[in-house]
């Protein structure tokens, strides 16, 4: 939050890289880890897959009312840096309400399951051989790559269709939000009844794939 208000200085470009890798840093080191876990807590093993898909859900509706929010202050009669000023502060109050609701609600849950190791030579010596997590490190990646990279089809649609950028504003949250609405209960309800993420997994980057090979014969054909 603090960096958000930073930003909302609208500092130099070389300055605004810095926050931002601070930012991505915060964001790697202490958030994902520190969700999951939380997550992890709140559910049993007979029900991750339903915790997950019920937070990705709610997560969507929320994401889907403030990408309004954000849109309706981008459209203001102000300046452009007056609007990105005001878009910025908006996130900020955004992470100073998380970390309140954080500090009051979180501290309540179970700490006694967390199994508490020091960080040491010989353990990320470990790590680094277990093949495994290489794998999950290649197809997380892999998925982070194909899920970025479908932003680039938005500047597409509005260059080479004209597509008006309201509409394509709509078509990025349906992207991100609605059809993860539908999809993550569904994703979870199937893991927890065939016990097994890496088969859903498997299918899903499968029929990834092969709708990829299909967008890419369809637009080299326009």
């Known amino acids: 939050g603090i960096l958000t208000i930073c930003l909302a200085t609208l500092p130099s470009y070389p300055v605004i890289l810095i926050i931002f890798g601070i930012i991505g840093f915060l964001i ?3 958030f994902y880890p520190a969700h999951l876990e939380v997550l992890h807590q709140i559910g049993d093993l007979q029900n991750q ?3 997950f898909g019920m937070f990705f859900v709610f997560n969507s509706i929320f994401g889907i009312l403030f990408a309004f929010i954000g849109f309706g202050i981008s459209s203001l009669d102000f300046p452009t840096s007056s609007r990105m000023q005001f878009l910025l502060l908006f996130f900020a109050l955004l992470n100073f309400i998380g970390f309140i609701l954080s500090a009051i609600f979180l501290r309540k849950l179970p700490s006694d399951t967390v199994t508490k190791s020091s960080l040491s030579l010989k353990g990320i010596k470990k790590l680094l051989q277990n093949k495994r997590l290489w794998l999950v490190i290649l197809i997380v990646a ?6 970025s990279s479908m932003n680039y ?3 597409y649609l509005e260059n080479v269709f004209h597509l008006p950028s309201n509409i394509n504003n709509i078509l990025s949250i349906v992207r991100l939000y609605c ?3 539908i999809a993550a209960p569904i994703a979870g309800k199937i893991t927890d009844k065939i016990h097994s993420a890496s088969k ?5 980057f499968s029929l990834y794939s092969i709708t990829i090979f299909i967008m890419l014969l369809c637009f080299r054909r326009n």
């Open 28 to 30: 790697g080191s202490t």
């Open 49 to 51: 897959g339903a915790v």
């Open 142 to 147: 892999s998925n982070y790559i194909c899920y």
């Open 153 to 155: 089809i938005f500047p």
């Open 179 to 181: 059809i993860a609405i």
């Open 200 to 204: 859903l997994m498997g299918l899903s």
